[in-house]
């Protein structure tokens, strides 16, 4: 399922990043459309998490250009890229463990009340809208209990909510299911499911094979810094983005 | 894709927490609370003094001289950090005030025209509105304290050295400094404002230690800052964890330089309290007292690993302290035996918080 005809939310050509003499990216062209499911797959080194992290603005490509939502931007700081609306859940989630699932879903973009010259914190709208999210996520997730105190379904929900709260327009996901349980695995492909019923684009950064072919309508492959493979979900197979993983098919 | 639909979200697999498992009850801050009334009750069967209303003001005065520089530390220990230099800061905050005092009421002294001057007949008469010096002296002092919190925070949060290093240097800067302004003398708060000085610091209103009061006030302000505000919130994450909070775009560097500077006023603030209370600022005051301050803190419940922590345990913590002190006086107690006691309080109040947490 590509929307062909609608216009890519995040393209790529050309990008290219350096480090000294070491070639981390080369060339990389990529589409990725609304409402679309993309995974990134890859060896260790193969330059996916160089690649995420020029689209989430902590490095500036060395060469090519970034277009969003059909315009060129340029990324200074990760908080220019969530401005535009790319969010990124990392791998070990970035919560922290001693406040609430809502404190931390809203961490550094509190809403606040005006008290004559003193802006307080708005816990009962902030609450209200977390318990939204987590309902929108089909998760059983109470704003009010500490995140140490949840499942790492729970917390990947936290996360995601994060997201949502900015109505971002891409997801970057490192490795969402690399250290939980089968259950909490099947929640967080439902998590990404409801997140493209919603019209947002998800890139799954993933090294399990089966879940990104539970949910992914594309994949693509990086080997040594440059993309090898593109190819949609139904035209390929776990065998064959293996082989493109490991070098042994060059490219398809 | 098509999905199925399904039920509205139900928590029927996730309970809810009961209200005497989270919160305070759940929190070391509870059971020391606990402890330090169940320890009251004893005291009081113990000595019929100790609830009496001049020992009750004791106790309040006592234990506020310590407190309000626990709740500052508080701010620290929950980001994660640690202050080191709040003892030897009291001291030069202090120093500092009385000797601005002090010399701003000579005729003579550089500056002192602008606020005193020798009348006819010898006596010196103050120029401005009463009570001017005394407020420039306190801002004096209080300055110190932020320029102080200023540098421990810059070389924490900005050049990246451990807060336990920095503060440690800082604990001998600072008191070196003030054996050098003072040549190892103390200094006397003087002059036409001192009067005001020991009413503000340890005069009382109705009964009630001036200094309480002052800690009453900032507690509360603690309380509204910590839990109702987008600084306090940052201020937990930070302690929680540090990546997350740089990671959701939280100004990571800004906020651990505020929370040393906060702690650097409060240690000033109440040096300042204590020198009234002495009535001079010794070059040796307050030595070691850093190590009371965040033992106090601890027992109250701050997590010395980050993320917990609060105006009310900073407040029972030292209370605690102080009952022990006043207890163990009241029982005709050896008073060396005060530390010992404290040192294995220190260890009791974290242990027992472990063990609750492995029972859940």
């Known amino acids: 399922m590509t929307n062909a005809e609608a216009a890519p939310v995040l393209q790529l050509s050309g990008i290219g990043k350096e480090f000294g003499a070491i070639r981390a990216l080369h060339d990389v062209d990529m589409q990725v459309f609304p409402g679309e499911v993309v995974g990134l797959m890859g060896d260790n080194g193969a330059g996916k998490s160089t690649l995420v992290k020029i689209i989430a603005g902590n490095f500036r490509p060395s060469h090519g250009e970034i277009r969003f939502a059909g315009s060129a931007v340029h990324f200074n700081r990760p908080i220019d890229a969530r401005t535009v609306g790319i969010e990124v859940v990392y791998q070990d989630l970035a919560l922290a463990d001693n406040l609430t699932a809502a404190a931390n879903v809203f961490l550094g973009r509190e809403l606040k009340r005006k008290f004559g010259p003193l802006a307080l914190l708005d816990h009962k709208a902030m609450a209200a809208r977390a318990l939204e999210l987590f309902g929108e996520l089909r998760s059983e997730t109470r704003p009010y209990d500490l995140v140490k105190q949840m499942s790492g379904g729970q917390r990947q929900a936290v996360a995601i909510a994060r997201t949502r709260l900015s109505n971002a327009r891409l997801v970057m996901m490192d490795e969402p299911t690399a250290a939980i349980s089968v259950r909490q695995v099947e929640q967080v492909l439902s998590l990404i499911h409801r997140l493209k019923e919603q019209g947002v684009a998800v890139m799954l950064i993933s090294h399990r094979m089966p879940d990104v072919f539970a949910v992914c309508d594309r994949v693509i492959v990086m080997r040594r810094g440059e993309k090898r493979a593109d190819k949609a979900i139904h035209t390929t197979s776990p065998e064959e983005v293996t082989a493109l993983i490991t070098g042994a098919k060059e490219a398809a | ?360």
């Not at chain 2, 407190?67 to 500052?72: D, K, N, P, R, S």
């Open chain 2, 1 to 360: 894709m098509a999905m199925q639909l399904e039920s509205p979200v139900s928590f029927s697999n996730v309970g809810e927490i009961k209200w005497w498992r989270r919160g305070i009850f759940a929190s070391q801050t509870g059971y020391v609370l606990l402890a330090l009334l169940v320890l009251m009750v004893v005291m009081h069967f113990a000595s019929p003094y100790f609830f009496t209303q001049g020992n009750m003001q004791n106790v309040a005065k006592n234990f506020s001289f310590i407190a309000i520089a626990t709740l500052g530390v508080t701010f620290v220990i929950i980001t994660g950090g640690i202050d080191l230099s709040v003892g030897s800061l009291m001291c030069f905050s202090a120093m500092i005030t009385s000797m601005v005092m002090s010399g701003l009421s000579t005729p003579g002294m550089p500056g002192a025209s602008l606020f005193v001057h020798l009348a006819a007949d010898g006596k010196t008469v103050v120029a401005n509105l009463p009570g001017l010096i005394l407020v420039v002296s306190i801002v004096a002092g209080l300055a110190v304290a932020f320029l102080v919190g200023l540098v421990n925070g810059f070389c924490i949060a900005v050049l990246g050295l451990s807060p336990f290093v920095t503060t440690l240097g800082m604990l001998s800067i600072v008191r070196g400094l003030g054996y050098v302004v003072s040549n190892g003398r103390g200094s006397f708060p003087g002059g036409p404002d001192a009067d005001y000085f020991y009413a503000l610091t340890s005069g009382d209103v109705l009964g009630v230690p001036a200094p309480f009061i002052y800690l009453v006030i900032l507690a509360l302000t603690m309380a509204v800052v910590l839990h109702h505000t987008s600084f306090g919130r940052h201020v937990f994450a930070l302690g929680g964890n540090e990546k997350a909070a740089e990671l959701t775009g939280i100004p990571v560097v800004r906020v651990k330089i505020e929370v040393y500077v906060i702690c650097a006023l409060a240690a000033g603030l109440q040096g300042i309290i204590i020198s009234g209370w002495l009535g001079s600022a010794p070059a040796n005051m307050a030595t070691s007292y850093e190590l009371n301050v965040i033992a106090a803190a601890v027992i109250g419940g701050a997590n010395l690993a980050g993320g917990i922590g609060g105006p009310l345990g900073a407040i029972v913590g030292c209370v605690l302290l102080e009952v022990i002190r006043n207890g163990l006086v009241l029982a005709q107690v050896n008073s060396y035996w005060q530390q010992t006691l404290v040192g294995v309080i220190i260890i009791l109040a974290v242990l027992v918080d472990r063990i609750r947490s492995r029972m859940t």
